[in-house]
């Protein structure tokens, strides 16, 4: 049996969950569920917060384009969030979208972004970070809304990962004919320490960001082949192999 019902839509909420409890939908909402996906009153919905679990919940039509959601009983426990630190260079928007879910969908727990020397999207908007780490976990059943720090530089970011934490960077010009026996180097996956994964810009890092990783103890530094991958590319290559070998995909 399936542990996630993807049969019925998913929404995230704010308010608190509970047996019993009257949520409002906003305009937006009715009308993705009323109009788009035509459910009925009897037809479930999930709802999660990020804090009370997956609740079931129904349809309860207050107008011609309005609706409560009544909640019935809870599917599923709420899990702790995953202590996985994705770190990246921003970028243009449209690609730094699918990035952002992308570092969902593979289990990053915390995501922040890192001002480096050639980080050509600077300009970010925190908002759009969190809807699109939120559309994510709507369509994954992730439960665990992930932690979302403001940008720091490379320096700061650094400095504030716990020392015990695997620092994973993407490195093409690293001396690592094969990633997964380096992770395994690294780190005991029978016992694997928190971890951290750093994607760098389209530029790559320049020599003294590089040197500055390297001398953090606690780090490798990876190429992930022959072929130069775009970051967002990267990104997902990165995470899946990280996960495979020292992660919760293990």
């Known amino acids: 049996m399936a542990a996630y019902d993807f049969t019925a839509p998913r929404l995230f909420v ?8 009257r949520l409002p939908l906003d305009r937006a909402q009715a009308n ?3 109009n788009v996906l035509r459910r009925k009153p009897e037809d479930p919905v999930l709802l999660f917060n990020g804090r009370d679990g997956e609740w079931r919940a129904h349809l309860d039509p207050t107008g011609r384009k309005s609706a409560d959601l009544v909640l019935a009983a809870r ?4 899990p702790a969030r995953a202590d996985l630190h994705y770190l990246f260079a921003p970028l243009k928007s449209a690609r730094l979208d699918y990035l952002a879910q992308k570092a969902v969908e593979m289990g990053a727990g915390t995501i ?10 600077e300009r970010l908007k925190p908002e759009r970070l969190r809807a699109n780490a939120i559309e994510a976990a709507e369509q994954c059943g992730i439960l665990a809304i992930p932690s979302l720090p403001e940008a720091a530089r490379l320096p700061a970011a650094l400095a504030d990962l716990e020392p ?3 620092l994973v960077f993407c490195d093409e ?3 690592v004919a094969d990633p ?4 395994r180097a690294a780190a005991d ?12 810009p389209e530029g790559g890092f320049a020599p003294e960001e590089r040197a500055m990783i390297q001398e953090r103890p606690n780090s490798v530094g990876l190429s992930l082949g022959p072929r130069i991958l775009r970051a967002d590319t990267a990104a997902v290559a990165a995470l899946a192999l990280v996960q495979a070998v020292l992660g919760d995909a293990r």
Not at 112 to 121: E, F, I, K
Not at 180 to 183: F, K, Q, S, T
Request: hydrophobic share 50%; net charge neutral.
């Open 173 to 175: 010009a690293a001396a």
């Open 164 to 166: 015990e934490r695997l």
């Open 112 to 121: 922040r972004p890192v001002l480096t020397r050639y980080t050509q999207g």
């Open 189 to 200: 996956p029978d016992a694997p320490p928190p971890l951290a994964v750093l994607i760098g």
């Open 14 to 21: 704010e308010a608190d969950l509970a047996a019993g409890a």
């Open 32 to 34: 993705y569920l009323l």
């Open 75 to 78: 599917t599923r426990p709420q």
């Open 180 to 183: 997964v026996a380096a992770l």
